[in-house]
C-alpha cells in the first residue's frame, strides 16, 4: 500500500509539474514568441496525458461552481460518467461532515493566508457508497477565467485497511483486557462503528435443544427482542448454512416467496449476518441492518464482521475454557477427598514430597513426619525399595504410568497393595496406593472356591460316563481314552489353557447322549440296521439338549454337538462343513475316530493302528482337520503316544515299528 501510494504520489506530482508548465506556457505566449505549432503540439500533449492519466484530473470554476472539464479516471472515482459530472454541483459530491473544510479553504484564500494544495475528504459516488479521496488543487488560467486544476487518487483501500488495522488492535486488546462479555461485545460495537453502521447490531446464540434464538447483546432503532424461534429467520438461515448473508429487501423478499427464509420484525433495507463460531461449530451469528441505507454494507463490511465474529467467538471459547477449567478443577479436588486411596508425590530418589491418606494405617510411621523422608525410611524391605525405585525411574524416563503390587508388613499384619506410578514432570511422579488385602484375599477364597466346583463337576460328569459304560460295557473306558488323546492333541498344538479345560470336560462325556439309545443296540455283537443307526445318530443332539442348561465356563454342550461334525458337510447331525466347525470339535473327532478304531468291538476287531493312521491320513482336509491330522500321526509315530487306562496306567505303545 506504501509503494502504490507513493507512485501515485509521484504520477500528481508529474502531472502537476506538466500542468503548471502547460499553465504557465498559456500565460506566458507573447513573452516567449512562441509559435503556433509549439503551442498546438504542447497543447495535445497534455491532452493526452490528462486523458490518459490513472490518477483523476479536474478543472473546476469557482465562480461558476461547477466542473469544466473531468478525465476518465476522476470519472471512475465517483462512479458518475464524465457528463454527469459536467453537470454536477460538486459540493453534492462532498459528504456533508467534510464540506465546512472546502468552505473554510476558501475562506483563508480570499483572506490572502498561505492554503496547502493538498487535502483529503471524503465523497459519496454514485451508489451511495463512501470514497476517501486525496487531492491537490492548483490555481489556474482556463480559457482566460480563473479555475483550479486538481488531481486526485483514490485512498479508500488505505484508509479502510489502516481503519481496520487498528480495529483489529483495538478488539485484539480488548478481549485479552475485557472480562465480561457483554462490556467486550459494547466496546467492539463502539470501535467497530468507525467502519461501518452500528446502529443496529446484535449478537444472537442458537440453543438446538429448543430451536430458539437468544440475544444476549441487542441494540435495534425499531425492535426489542430478548429471543425469538429460530424457525426459518435470516439469522437461523446463517447458523443452518454456516455462511454469510448480506441481502436487500428484495433478496429477503425472494427469499421468503421460495421459502428459504420467514421475516420477523420490522422490514431492514439491508441486512447483514454472519456466522459466530467456537472451534469450528456454529453456536450464533453477528448481525447489522440498516432500515434506511439500502447502501450501507458490502462485501467489505462482511470482511470486516467476520472478523469481528472470529474475535468473539474466540472470547467465547476463552472463557468457556476457563470456566471448564474451574470446574474441572473443582471436580477433580472434590474426587481426590473422596477417594480412598493414599496419594504420594515423591522424587526421583524416593523422597516424600507431598502426600494424602485418610488413614495412618498405609504408613508405618506417623503422617507427620513422612514428608522429607525417604522410602527406606518408612519401613519397606530393601527388595521393595529397589522395586520402587525401578517403578519411579521408568515412569520418569518413558513418561508412562507404571503398575506395582507389593506387600508389606503393618500393625495388622502383612498387607497387599498395588500403585501407579505416574510422571508428574522430570523429577517428581504420583503414586496412587490402594489396600488390595480384600480383595487378595477374595480372590484366594474364590480360587479355592471355583477349584473345589470345577472338581465336583469333573467327578459329576466322570460318574455319568460310568453310568453309560454300565449300559455299554464293550466301550467302557472308551470317553475317558479319547479324553486322554485329544488333550495329548491340543497340548501339542498349544491351545490355550481355557480351551484345553473345556476340551477335557468335553472329551470325558461326548457319548452321553446314547443314554437314549437302548442297550441291546449299543451292545449287538452285529452290524445295526438302517434305523437302528439312525437313532444312535442322535446322540451327540440328545448330549446337547441335556448339556446346553449347565453354565459351564467353556463351550462343553456345543463341541459335543460337533464332534460328529465332518469338514466336507457329510457329518451329522447338522451338517456342518469346515469353518462351522469349533477347533474343539475337530480335535475330539479325530480323537474318537482313532481311540474307536484302535478298539476291539464285538461286531469287529480292532482295525491296527496302520489301518486306522491312513483312515485319518487318506481323509485328511476331506473329513477331518489336516493340523489336527498332522499331530496325531505324530503322536503315535515319532513319540509314543500311550492312551493308558482310566486310571492312569501305562498302556500299549502304538508306534508302527513295534
Given at each position: 500500500?506504501?509503494?502504490?501510494?507513493?507512485?501515485?504520489?509521484?504520477?500528481?506530482?508529474?502531472?502537476?509539474?506538466?500542468?503548471?508548465?502547460?499553465?504557465?506556457t498559456?500565460?506566458?505566449?507573447?513573452?516567449q514568441?512562441?509559435?503556433e505549432?509549439?503551442?498546438?503540439?504542447?497543447?495535445e500533449?497534455?491532452?493526452?496525458?490528462?486523458?490518459?492519466?490513472?490518477?483523476?484530473?479536474?478543472?473546476?470554476?469557482d465562480?461558476?461552481?461547477r466542473?469544466?472539464?473531468?478525465?476518465?479516471?476522476f470519472?471512475?472515482?465517483?462512479g458518475?460518467?464524465?457528463?454527469?459530472?459536467?453537470?454536477l454541483?460538486?459540493?453534492?459530491?462532498?459528504?456533508?461532515?467534510?464540506?465546512?473544510?472546502l468552505?473554510?479553504?476558501?475562506?483563508?484564500?480570499?483572506?490572502?493566508?498561505?492554503?496547502?494544495i493538498e487535502?483529503?475528504?471524503?465523497?459519496?459516488?454514485?451508489?451511495g457508497?463512501i470514497a476517501?479521496?486525496?487531492?491537490?488543487?492548483?490555481?489556474?488560467l482556463?480559457?482566460?477565467e480563473?479555475?483550479?486544476?486538481g488531481h486526485?487518487?483514490?485512498i479508500?483501500?488505505?484508509k479502510?485497511?489502516?481503519?481496520?488495522?487498528?480495529?483489529q488492535y483495538?478488539?485484539?486488546?480488548?478481549?485479552?483486557?475485557?472480562?465480561?462479555?457483554?462490556?467486550?461485545i459494547?466496546?467492539?460495537?463502539?470501535?467497530?462503528?468507525?467502519?461501518?453502521?452500528?446502529?443496529?447490531f446484535?449478537?444472537a446464540?442458537y440453543?438446538?435443544?429448543?430451536d430458539?434464538?437468544?440475544?444476549?447483546?441487542f441494540?435495534?432503532?425499531?425492535e426489542?427482542?430478548?429471543?425469538?424461534?429460530?424457525?426459518?429467520t435470516?439469522?437461523a438461515?446463517?447458523?443452518?448454512?454456516?455462511?454469510p448473508?448480506?441481502?436487500?429487501?428484495?433478496?429477503?423478499?425472494?427469499?421468503?416467496?421460495v421459502?428459504?427464509?420467514?421475516m420477523i420484525?420490522a422490514?431492514?433495507?439491508?441486512?447483514?449476518?454472519?456466522?459466530l463460531?467456537?472451534?469450528?461449530d456454529?453456536?450464533g451469528?453477528?448481525?447489522?441492518?440498516?432500515y434506511t441505507?439500502?447502501?450501507?454494507?458490502g462485501?467489505?463490511?462482511?470482511?470486516?464482521?467476520?472478523?469481528?465474529?472470529s474475535?468473539i467467538?474466540?472470547?467465547?471459547e476463552s472463557?468457556?475454557?476457563?470456566?471448564?477449567?474451574?470446574?474441572?478443577?473443582?471436580?477433580?479436588q472434590a474426587?481426590?477427598?473422596?477417594?480412598?486411596?493414599m496419594?504420594?508425590?515423591?522424587?526421583?530418589?524416593?523422597?516424600?514430597?507431598?502426600f494424602?491418606?485418610?488413614?495412618?494405617?498405609?504408613?508405618?510411621?506417623?503422617?507427620?513426619e513422612?514428608?522429607?523422608?525417604?522410602?527406606?525410611?518408612?519401613?519397606f524391605?530393601?527388595?521393595?525399595?529397589?522395586?520402587?525405585?525401578?517403578?519411579i525411574?521408568?515412569?520418569?524416563?518413558?513418561?508412562?504410568?507404571?503398575?506395582l503390587?507389593?506387600?508389606?508388613k503393618?500393625?495388622?499384619?502383612?498387607?497387599?497393595y498395588?500403585?501407579?506410578?505416574?510422571p508428574?514432570?522430570?523429577?517428581?511422579v504420583?503414586?496412587?496406593?490402594?489396600?488390595?488385602?480384600?480383595r487378595k484375599?477374595?480372590e484366594s477364597?474364590?480360587?479355592?472356591s471355583l477349584?473345589?466346583l470345577?472338581?465336583?463337576i469333573?467327578?459329576?460328569?466322570?460318574a455319568?460316563?460310568?453310568?453309560?459304560?454300565?449300559?455299554?460295557?464293550y466301550?467302557?473306558?472308551?470317553?475317558?481314552r479319547?479324553?486322554?488323546?485329544?488333550?495329548a492333541?491340543?497340548?501339542?498344538?498349544?491351545?490355550?489353557?481355557?480351551q484345553?479345560?473345556?476340551?477335557?470336560?468335553?472329551?470325558?462325556i461326548?457319548?452321553?447322549?446314547?443314554i437314549?439309545?437302548?442297550a441291546?443296540?449299543?451292545?449287538?455283537p452285529?452290524?445295526l440296521?438302517?434305523?437302528?443307526?439312525?437313532?444312535?445318530?442322535?446322540?451327540?443332539?440328545?448330549?446337547?439338549?441335556i448339556?446346553?442348561?449347565i453354565?459351564f465356563?467353556?463351550?462343553?454342550?456345543?463341541?459335543?454337538?460337533?464332534?460328529?461334525?465332518?469338514?466336507?458337510?457329510?457329518?451329522?447331525?447338522?451338517g456342518?462343513?469346515?469353518?462351522?466347525?469349533?477347533?474343539?470339535?475337530?480335535?475330539l473327532?479325530?480323537?474318537d475316530?482313532?481311540?474307536?478304531?484302535?478298539?476291539?468291538r464285538?461286531?469287529?476287531?480292532?482295525r491296527?493302528?496302520?489301518?486306522?493312521?491312513e483312515?485319518?491320513e487318506?481323509?485328511?482336509?476331506?473329513?477331518?482337520e489336516?493340523?489336527v491330522?498332522d499331530?496325531?500321526?505324530?503322536?503315535?509315530n515319532?513319540?509314543?503316544?500311550?492312551?493308558?487306562?482310566?486310571?492312569?496306567?501305562?498302556?500299549?505303545?502304538?508306534?508302527?515299528?513295534k
Amino acid at each position: 500500500m506504501a509503494q502504490k501510494l507513493k507512485t501515485d504520489k509521484s504520477l500528481i506530482d508529474e502531472i502537476a509539474e506538466i500542468s503548471a508548465r502547460a499553465s504557465g506556457t498559456a500565460q506566458s505566449i507573447d513573452k516567449q514568441k512562441q509559435t503556433e505549432a509549439e503551442r498546438g503540439e504542447n497543447a495535445e500533449r497534455y491532452r493526452i496525458l490528462t486523458e490518459e492519466a490513472l490518477i483523476g484530473v479536474h478543472i473546476y470554476s469557482d465562480k461558476q461552481k461547477r466542473y469544466l472539464f473531468v478525465n476518465r479516471a476522476f470519472a471512475e472515482i465517483t462512479g458518475y460518467s464524465r457528463e454527469e459530472l459536467l453537470a454536477l454541483d460538486p459540493n453534492k459530491l462532498v459528504v456533508s461532515e467534510d464540506r465546512n473544510v472546502l468552505e473554510q479553504r476558501g475562506e483563508s484564500r480570499k483572506r490572502g493566508e498561505n492554503v496547502s494544495i493538498e487535502y483529503t475528504l471524503r465523497i459519496r459516488r454514485k451508489n451511495g457508497e463512501i470514497a476517501h479521496v486525496m487531492s491537490r488543487v492548483h490555481p489556474i488560467l482556463y480559457n482566460n477565467e480563473a479555475a483550479f486544476l486538481g488531481h486526485s487518487i483514490d485512498i479508500t483501500e488505505r484508509k479502510r485497511a489502516e481503519e481496520i488495522q487498528r480495529l483489529q488492535y483495538q478488539i485484539a486488546q480488548a478481549v485479552l483486557t475485557t472480562e465480561d462479555l457483554s462490556e467486550l461485545i459494547n466496546l467492539i460495537r463502539k470501535e467497530l462503528g468507525n467502519v461501518l453502521d452500528t446502529r443496529n447490531f446484535s449478537v444472537a446464540l442458537y440453543d438446538k435443544n429448543t430451536d430458539t434464538i437468544t440475544l444476549p447483546y441487542f441494540v435495534d432503532e425499531k425492535e426489542n427482542f430478548d429471543s425469538f424461534p429460530a424457525k426459518k429467520t435470516p439469522t437461523a438461515y446463517v447458523i443452518r448454512n454456516d455462511r454469510p448473508l448480506l441481502a436487500t429487501w428484495r433478496d429477503i423478499h425472494r427469499m421468503i416467496k421460495v421459502g428459504e427464509v420467514e421475516m420477523i420484525g420490522a422490514p431492514a433495507k439491508l441486512w447483514l449476518g454472519v456466522p459466530l463460531k467456537v472451534r469450528g461449530d456454529v453456536i450464533g451469528a453477528i448481525v447489522v441492518q440498516s432500515y434506511t441505507d439500502e447502501n450501507a454494507f458490502g462485501e467489505a463490511e462482511l470482511e470486516i464482521l467476520e472478523f469481528v465474529s472470529s474475535q468473539i467467538g474466540l472470547s467465547i471459547e476463552s472463557r468457556r475454557t476457563e470456566q471448564m477449567l474451574r470446574d474441572s478443577v473443582a471436580r477433580n479436588q472434590a474426587i481426590l477427598e473422596a477417594i480412598p486411596d493414599m496419594m504420594l508425590v515423591l522424587a526421583r530418589d524416593g523422597t516424600y514430597i507431598d502426600f494424602k491418606a485418610d488413614r495412618d494405617v498405609y504408613l508405618a510411621i506417623p503422617r507427620s513426619e513422612i514428608i522429607g523422608k525417604n522410602i527406606r525410611e518408612t519401613g519397606f524391605p530393601e527388595d521393595y525399595v529397589n522395586l520402587i525405585l525401578d517403578r519411579i525411574n521408568k515412569a520418569l524416563d518413558t513418561g508412562r504410568t507404571q503398575p506395582l503390587e507389593y506387600e508389606m508388613k503393618t500393625p495388622n499384619g502383612l498387607l497387599s497393595y498395588e500403585a501407579r506410578i505416574v510422571p508428574l514432570n522430570k523429577n517428581e511422579v504420583l503414586a496412587v496406593v490402594r489396600n488390595i488385602t480384600p480383595r487378595k484375599r477374595a480372590e484366594s477364597e474364590l480360587k479355592q472356591s471355583l477349584y473345589k466346583l470345577e472338581v465336583t463337576i469333573e467327578n459329576t460328569l466322570r460318574a455319568m460316563a460310568k453310568i453309560l459304560e454300565t449300559r455299554d460295557p464293550y466301550t467302557a473306558g472308551h470317553q475317558q481314552r479319547v479324553a486322554v488323546l485329544a488333550m495329548a492333541i491340543a497340548k501339542e498344538m498349544h491351545l490355550p489353557e481355557n480351551q484345553l479345560k473345556g476340551l477335557h470336560i468335553a472329551a470325558l462325556i461326548h457319548d452321553i447322549g446314547k443314554i437314549c439309545v437302548p442297550a441291546e443296540i449299543l451292545s449287538r455283537p452285529t452290524n445295526l440296521t438302517e434305523s437302528e443307526f439312525a437313532l444312535l445318530k442322535t446322540h451327540p443332539e440328545v448330549g446337547y439338549k441335556i448339556l446346553k442348561n449347565i453354565e459351564f465356563r467353556w463351550p462343553v454342550a456345543e463341541i459335543i454337538v460337533q464332534h460328529h461334525e465332518r469338514l466336507d458337510g457329510s457329518g451329522y447331525p447338522r451338517g456342518l462343513k469346515n469353518g462351522e466347525i469349533m477347533l474343539e470339535a475337530k480335535i475330539l473327532a479325530v480323537a474318537d475316530v482313532v481311540e474307536a478304531m484302535l478298539s476291539h468291538r464285538p461286531y469287529r476287531p480292532t482295525r491296527g493302528i496302520k489301518t486306522t493312521l491312513e483312515e485319518i491320513e487318506d481323509n485328511k482336509n476331506i473329513l477331518y482337520e489336516p493340523e489336527v491330522v498332522d499331530v496325531c500321526l505324530k503322536l503315535f509315530n515319532e513319540k509314543a503316544f500311550k492312551f493308558g487306562d482310566a486310571n492312569g496306567n501305562n498302556g500299549t505303545d502304538f508306534r508302527q515299528n513295534k
